[in-house]
């Protein structure tokens, strides 16, 4: 198991919260504004209502950050960042330089809803508004405050990973990811008539889930876990998304175990003559051309359906460029790539190369209760793996997805159209390149 089921948690911890010697000392100090002390308790009392403060979440993903000890206790149990926050007003500039971003190993605290840092067991408690570290507030973008978010190290691994070998990428270093993740918790919900709070600590922060074009909306779908299992005060259930995403047994040979033999003559949907015309122009090409396709197929999303306008072999290198599939065993694909099928059958690759870049959709509140139909999973587009790979292709878009001040905050903290950048060329820039035939 990656992620550990907790006990539910007892009213009283709030009150030990509260009385507890050396924490939360923003709330005993007077130089501070009198309403960081108040929205500071309500968030309290609310997050008593709606999570389990007996849990730390991950920033990232979503989950409980308690995790089984590693058995070469290589890796921390968590990770924790701080950083300047700006819960009341707003940063110069989006750019952090990553000197700004402090790292921490870090445990959940058993006694309170918090983590202990080491090596010097201080104790923190994520997205409350604590003092700034010193060099926040003498740096060359000063903060009033400063924030602490925790992180699942495998987590971590990913961030870094996505950063360095995502096309789709818009997080590009550490003070990017920051400037992410505290604008996600500095949005304040309008409520009691205009006051604006803070958001729950120990809570995941909303993060944006409308399109472009669309009005800005904002809520935890775009986790892909159900609610409940964030929550996690007792109607919870296990899922792929308490699975390791980075060490996952089998991998391999289960994903390859979903490739279909397909004919090398025939195609299994009928195919107009323009696109007969134009899959014999593209098998022509020279290898050169052929590979400069390659990587605009893992930019934007893809179609779960197949057209088999280019060749399989074309698909397979698309497949094996694929970022989140960097720990394949070399020999096990060699031996499937190099045993076809029969002499009239080739593998479908393009399939599985559809299947494994379809992006994870939100739960589908419509069948709520029928769980097959409530959620996504790899098993929704017909592909079988471990449930690992699936919590990997989730937090790999949670991530894809993510870019600073993504939640569109202005001056007034009221929140703004995002601008999306095109993750892949549009229609006209395609059609421009004289590549793809007019199939209208």
Known sequence: MFFSRTRPTSPIIIQKFLAKPGTSSHLRHSHYPSHVAHFTFLDIQQA???????????????????LPIPPD???????????????????????LPDDAVHRFIAEKDDDLPGLILFPDGRRVYPHLISLPEQSDAASAQPA????????????EDLVNRV????????????GDLWMTLER??????????????????????????SQAGEEVQFSIDRYFVPFSCIVSVGNEWEGWWNHNPINI????????????????????IPLSKSTQEFKSCLAVLP???????????????????????????????????????????????????????????EWNWEKITRQVLSPAQPSDRRYEGDEKGYLWSHETVGLHVPPGFTNRRRIWQILEE???????????????????????????EWEGLELWPDLD
């Open 48 to 66: 008593t209502m709606a999570s389990n403060n007996n849990i730390c979440v991950c920033t990232i993903c979503g989950i409980n950050l308690e």
């Open 73 to 95: 206790d290589s890796k921390p149990i968590a990770v924790c960042l701080s950083g300047p926050h700006w819960p009341f007003s707003q940063p110069q500039s989006l750019d």
């Open 144 to 155: 009033p405050f400063g924030l602490f978010v925790g992180m699942h190290p495998a987590c």
């Open 163 to 174: 950063m360095e070998t995502s096309f789709n990428s818009r997080i590009h270093s550490l």
């Open 184 to 209: 996600r918790c500095a949005r304040r919900e309008l409520r009691d008539g205009g006051t604006r709070q803070t958001p729950s600590f120990n809570f995941p922060p909303n993060i944006p889930t």
């Open 249 to 268: 047994p089998d991998l391999t040979t289960q994903l390859l175990s979903n490739l279909e033999p397909i004919s090398r003559i025939t195609t299994p």
């Open 287 to 345: 290898a050169e051309i052929q590979n400069e396709l390659v990587p605009w197929f893992q930019m934007g999303s893809i179609s779960v359906d197949c057209n088999y306008m280019m060749p399989q072999s074309l698909w397979k290198q698309i497949f094996f460029q694929i970022p989140f599939l960097w720990d394949l065993d070399t020999e096990k694909v060699l031996k499937k790539t190099y045993s076809e099928p029969s002499e009239t059958e």
């Open 402 to 428: 993510m870019w600073p001040n993504d939640v569109g905050l202005d001056s007034d903290y009221w929140p703004t159209k995002p601008h999306y950048e095109p993750d892949a060329l549009s229609r006209d």
